[in-house]
């Protein structure tokens, strides 16, 4: 038999020919994103360390390419986490519900994708990390997210109380997206307010979305190809199923700690991120119990590798949220390396590879040795995390080094010692990225390659010993749906209403007032917007936290510092240094060499890793340099 039967089959992919169709068209979709996705962020990362790549063309510049790539592999993810869902739902619940709606949706999402995609390469991103498509786009994708929703409601509908651990994740998730991105069209509040939003949008995605997505496609995976019915509930499923959500639900804060937000918002990231590792031990746990003693009996070894890996991959990126999370590390962690190596495990590691494993089975498994893909995959991915961890820690200690000794700040000429340290290690995750990049190029190569190979029948059901009062719990439908909103409702007054409406540093400060006030038609507005619209805060901070590293970099940063932006330009990297108090850093600050600066960087600072900006008119550079006079 092959890899396409389960041997309880509450379904069969032949039985839901539909289900199935429909699940390969949105596959093929996504691969087509994926591989634009990773172009664009293989150039991203050799930009880092060859900042004249491409220089002189306004969409091709770093602050503009990083963010399209992460839009694009979005929609990869999306597709292709959505195409996986509706072969497992079907296969499970028998038939796939409102199909049309399904291809409705595929449709809504890529034109969604591609113009957010197109707004943000043509300068028209809103400089808020998590929602950096103009709001329109955003508007579009939502409607394909809804309609998507909707199919797989009517489908895990079919099966109601009976859905299993599989069919709450795959049920779940859609619903989940579709609410976070709901968040995502309010108009955006002035101020630190605003960052809280996206943070909260950016969360729900990843957690709400993306990782309980994926588990789901684990669970379908795994307890087909090792015989057990994907709709049976054991022990830990509920307990692995609930805190998930709940978990990575209320993680907005992870990206804000340190920063102007109430001390107490982050309080509340750093006490989940502890306990996210409650979920991961959970659902490690339940499925090493499901696949106990029946490992080397699974003849689909293909489907079972790349499920290991986006296992591992969850692992590994809850350490790293960790990380970012835990304020002690944080300080090291925090706008370095270390978030681009989460971004990369949740979606190279953990997302992609649950798909490639549900994909896999659909196409019949195979019991060889690894493919090319596979090969490519891992160790591209290996080679970019190792690189982007390591560099981590290495550029964060150099961070701390100089105001710890009191030999440097890390602002002007001393920032040539981050820039020392990171190039060895940004060439690392550059090498690697293009080896994921050629793995998924062999990967669209062999798509449609079906196997024929006879798979031995998988061995039968395991029987647990585990002594648990009373029978597993079924999740009712009722139960099912009031979790999903009380969840979502929970995180939504935790980590974006109460944290918006707190009163704490609210009023604008004389800072904000004397300096960081844009009226509109000033060179000023023109040079922030311009600041916006080339992605700037992709290496550029604007927040001083009240922490050891930024001694030397001006005066904390204060929520009353933003009270008349919108949006405040946190950052998201400090790949340059942070320019929230540069106009004022005499010595370096000069409107003449600034200008300069922008127009052809190495010819002032041979060191220099920003991009050239000559594309720019002299009105332009300009009012850029007059936006740069206001950071005091």
């Known amino acids: 038999m092959t890899a396409e039967t389960a041997s309880n089959e509450p379904g069969h992919a032949d039985d839901t020919v539909e289900g199935t169709g429909i699940a390969r068209t949105h596959l093929i979709a996504a691969v087509v994103f994926l591989l634009l996705g990773l172009v664009v962020a293989t150039i991203a990362a050799f930009q880092l360390v060859l900042p004249d790549l491409l220089s002189g063309l306004a969409p091709a510049t770093y602050g503009r390419v990083a963010p399209a ?10 597709l292709g986490l959505l195409g996986g869902s509706y072969f497992a739902m079907g296969t499970i619940t028998g038939s796939l519900k409102r199909s049309s709606v399904a291809m409705a949706s595929l449709a809504v999402i890529v034109i969604g994708t591609l113009a957010a995609t197109a707004g943000i390469l043509l300068g028209l991103g809103t400089g808020l990390s998590g929602l950096d498509a103009p709001i329109w786009a955003r508007g579009i994708s939502f409607v394909g997210y809804l309609l998507a929703a909707v199919s797989m409601t009517a489908t895990a509908r079919a099966s109601k109380d009976r859905l299993g651990t599989t069919g709450w994740y795959l049920t779940a998730a ?39 997505a994926s588990v789901g496609l684990l669970y379908f995976v795994l307890s087909s ?33 340190y920063s102007p937000a109430p001390d107490w918002y982050e309080t509340v990231s750093i006490a989940f991120a502890i306990a996210s590792l409650i979920p991961l031990l959970t659902i490690a746990g339940d499925l090493a119990l499901m696949l106990r003693g029946r490992l080397v009996d699974i003849a689909d070894r293909a489907s079972l590798r790349y499920a290991i890996i986006a296992g591992l991959s969850m692992a590994t990126l809850t350490v790293v949220n960790l990380l970012l999370a835990w304020r002690a590390t944080s300080a090291i962690a925090q706008f370095s390396m270390a978030v681009s190596a989460f971004d990369l495990l949740v979606v190279v590691g953990a997302a992609s590879c649950a798909i490639f494993s549900v994909h896999s089975f659909m196409k019949g498994g195979a019991s060889g040795r690894p493919s090319v893909h596979f090969v490519l995959t891992a160790l591209g991915l290996i080679v970019v995390a190792g690189g982007l961890v390591t560099g981590a820690v290495v550029v964060g200690f150099s ?43 062999v990967y669209a190569a062999t798509f449609s390659r079906s196997s024929d190979e006879e798979l031995a029948e998988p061995p039968a059901p395991p029987v647990f010993d585990l002594e648990f009062e009373g029978p597993p719990r079924y999740a009712t439908w009722g139960r099912l749906m009031g979790g999903v909103a009380l969840v979502w409702l929970f995180a939504l007054l935790m980590t974006a209403v109460l944290p918006i409406l707190d009163p704490i540093d609210g009023d604008a400060t004389i800072l904000a007032d004397t300096f960081r006030t844009y009226e509109e038609g000033t060179e000023a507005f023109t040079g922030r917007n311009l600041y916006i619209s080339e992605g700037c805060i992709e290496c550029h901070t604007q927040q001083v936290r009240p922490i050891g590293t930024d001694v030397g970099l ?7 510092d ?25 010595e370096f600050f000069d409107k003449v060499i600034v200008s300069a600066h922008l127009t052809d960087p190495r010819s002032v600072v041979p060191w220099s890793t920003m991009p050239s900006y000559s594309y720019l008119s002299d009105d332009d550079i300009t009012a850029l340099v007059a936006y740069i006079e206001t950071l005091r």
């Open 399 to 441: 961070w701390a080094a100089g105001p710890a000794s009191q030999a440097y700040a890390n602002v002007g000429p001393a920032w040539k010692v981050t820039a020392d340290s990171s190039t060895p290690f940004l060439w690392i995750a550059a090498a690697g990225l293009a080896v994921v990049t050629l793995g998924q190029l």
């Open 225 to 257: 190809i090792s015989g057990t019915d994907p709709t049976d509930v054991r022990p830990l499923s509920t307990l692995g199923f609930w805190s998930l959500a709940l978990v990575w639900a209320n993680m907005g804060a992870v990206s804000l700690i």
């Open 562 to 586: 933003y009270a008349n932006e919108s949006p405040a330009l946190l950052g998201v990297h400090r790949f340059g240094p942070d320019l929230m108090h540069f106009a004022s850093s005499g």
């Open 69 to 78: 790539s992460r839009t694009l592999l979005g929609g990869w993810l999306v």
């Open 174 to 212: 859609p619903l989940w997206l579709t609410l976070s991105a709901l968040v995502g069209l309010l108009p955006a509040p002035d101020g630190v307010a605003g960052n809280i939003q996206a943070s909260f949008v950016d969360a729900g995605y990843v957690g709400l979305f993306v990782l309980t």
């Open 554 to 560: 001006g005066t904390v940063s204060l929520a009353g």
